[in-house]
């Protein structure tokens, strides 16, 4: 990987059925890394995760990923104190 910033990861050394039972993704439809979360969501499946997967029609955009931390959190928020309807 050439990109700055970027650490080379081999993803099937981090996926294991160990992982927390929350993972959540969230990826515009126009973003580069699409198929790459495609795939990470897929290899998830395989091992029995159920990760929540998040798309619009959007691409690499700050105000999307600004919309997604503020629902992670809260939705994270609310399993972890066992509230109800954590949407």
Request: aromatic share 10%; charged share 15%; glycine share 4%.
């Amino acid at each position: 990987i050439n990109q700055q910033n970027m650490i080379p990861v081999d993803l099937d050394d981090l996926l294991t059925s160990e992982l927390t039972s929350s993972v959540y993704i969230a990826c515009g439809t126009q973003d580069d890394f699409y198929v790459d979360n495609q795939a990470l969501v897929s290899k998830l499946t395989a091992i029995g995760q159920v990760p929540i997967f998040v798309t619009e029609n959007i691409g690499h955009d700050w105000s999307f990923w600004d919309h997604q931390l503020q629902k992670v959190l809260h939705r994270f928020s609310n399993e972890r104190l066992g509230t109800a309807n954590a949407n």
